[in-house]
């Protein structure tokens, strides 16, 4: 074992040998990296381990890796075991994310550090935040500062996050290695957009029974006929681009009504002004978004029901990054037709789900209902069923916290440790998870995960329990061969 701290320590410094310091962070950055520490040497002198990296992003997550390689013991303090180290590393996928929802309910800027930190640790290089919905608009506007009255800042001062926050936020991230995405939900779920605008907006709040138009209350969604919903969009979309300099920008697309579209007299009534259909009136729309993305620097994602609505057959841009969530089924359709994807299937990432509805008389939420093991994230293959070729679509992926029954008091355990195999998928992949034993694989993934989970928790992340303390222990001796049923 090697001390890393007291006076008698073999291990004195670690020299970082970066190539380009100057790199940027985006989809394509290089986060190799190498890590040598060497054994302690005959004339008990002290030794340097070196990282090596081609960008200050890799030495990022060799740095991390350092870290996780100490231990402690109370008689000689801290100390790297199992010496000499040499490890050559890198991620499986580019993008590796983690999606929050601030809309259903509100994190502060502090809060979202401390979850950026954690990502960090877990080498995630995404926080997609999710800042429009049905029920909030998060970003103080300064473009559409009538917007701010959608905010959650109209129930508790603060509760909203200004331009200056997103900026500092993006920073603070930066220096982590995470990229922020931000995503603004359109044309479906938008009441919170699109109220302060007349005319944006059809199916608006309709009561008592919004199911059968919508989503989720309050309804509302985009009449993608009317020139003051193209004119919001773009300067939207600009203002959002000018905040997050990341190379990618969420324009959302799930989840939209066409029942809405199909009784609304209004939305008819212009439809039929314009001459157009539904459906040449929702492609004009994704031509404008496009134009709107690309004029602004760029890169759109999408949620799958962009491309994959059959009500409307669109036809999406190969450029366009389609998020899947539905179920992973619809990998192969997506991958098939060209596009670049990130994994969310909610069959294995949804991380919110597990606990019911959260609102009186729902009786069709089907993702709702089962919880979504550490062992179901882990088992996700991002790839499976795919050839070498379609498997080049895949980007990464990101778990999702949508975030109904979710705030600041039970973030952390439902988000940690879970998120954590997530992270181990993301950078891994096939060189930690034999997909074909997946049992084996969870069962070596156990005491690293339940270890991580104890690390977190000493760097202030008090995640959930994953076993009781007895089997963690005496490791193995709650384990059941495979495929066993009493």
């Known amino acids: 074992m090697i001390p890393v701290k007291k006076s008698n320590a073999w291990l004195k410094k670690i020299v970082l040998q970066i190539e380009n310091g100057n790199a940027s962070l985006g989809l394509d950055t290089d986060e190799s990296y190498s890590l040598d520490i060497p054994h302690r040497n005959k ?3 002290s030794v340097t381990g070196t990282i090596k990296s081609k960008t200050v992003f890799g030495a990022l997550r060799g740095l991390e890796t350092l870290s996780q390689l100490v231990n402690y013991d109370k008689s000689i303090g801290r100390y790297i075991s199992y010496g000499p180290w040499h490890i050559e590393d890198k991620p499986s996928y580019k993008h590796r994310g983690f999606m929050l929802d601030v809309t259903r309910n509100w994190f502060s800027v502090d809060e979202l550090k401390t979850q950026i930190d954690a990502l960090s640790w877990n080498k995630f290089n995404v926080l997609h935040l999710h800042l429009s919905d049905a029920q909030s608009f998060s970003l103080a506007s300064e473009v559409y500062p009538q917007l701010r009255a959608m905010a959650y800042d109209r129930f508790q001062p603060g509760m909203i996050y200004t331009k200056k926050d997103m900026l500092d936020l993006v920073g603070y991230a930066l220096e982590r290695g995470i990229r922020i995405i931000p995503e603004i939900e359109m044309p479906g779920h938008a009441y919170a957009t699109a109220l302060p605008f007349p005319g944006m907006m059809v199916c608006a709040n309709v009561q008592p029974v919004w199911r059968a138009i919508d989503y989720q209350p309050p309804s509302g969604q985009f009449d993608v006929t009317q020139d003051i919903t193209y004119e919001v969009t773009e300067n939207l979309i600009k203002e959002v681009a000018s905040w997050f300099p990341d190379q990618l920008i969420h324009t959302g697309g799930d989840e939209v009504g066409m029942r809405c579209y199909k009784e609304s007299e209004v939305f008819q009534k212009n439809l039929k002004e314009k001459n157009m259909t539904v459906v ?12 709107y993305v690309t004029k602004a620097g760029k890169r759109p994602i999408v949620w799958e029901e962009a491309l994959l609505n059959k009500d409307l057959n669109l036809t999406i841009p190969k450029h366009f990054i389609v998020q899947q969530w539905t179920g992973s089924k619809n990998t192969k359709v997506i991958v098939s037709q060209g596009h670049d994807i990130i994994q969310s299937g909610s069959d294995y990432w949804y991380l919110d789900v597990g606990h019911g509805r959260h609102a009186p008389g729902w009786v069709d939420c089907p993702t709702c209902d089962k919880y979504r093991t550490w062992q179901k994230i882990y088992s996700h293959d991002l790839r499976a069923n795919l050839t070498e ?10 778990a999702a916290m949508w975030t109904e029954q979710i705030d600041s008091y039970n973030l952390n355990v439902q988000m940690w440790p879970r998120a954590a195999a997530a992270a181990e998928v993301l950078w891994s992949g096939y060189s930690a998870i034999n997909y074909t034993d997946i049992f084996g694989s969870v069962k070596r993934a156990f005491p690293r995960l ?7 928790g000493g760097r202030g992340i008090k995640g959930a329990a994953i076993a009781p303390l007895w089997c963690v222990k005496q490791m193995g001796w709650c384990d059941l061969p495979a495929g066993y049923e009493a």
């Open 389 to 398: 070729a379609e498997g080049i679509h895949v980007l990464g992926g990101e």
């Open 43 to 45: 004339n008990n002198k």
């Open 280 to 291: 040449q009136a929702m492609q004009h729309f994704y031509d404008k978004v496009d134009e």
């Open 450 to 456: 339940n270890e991580w989970r104890y690390r977190m």
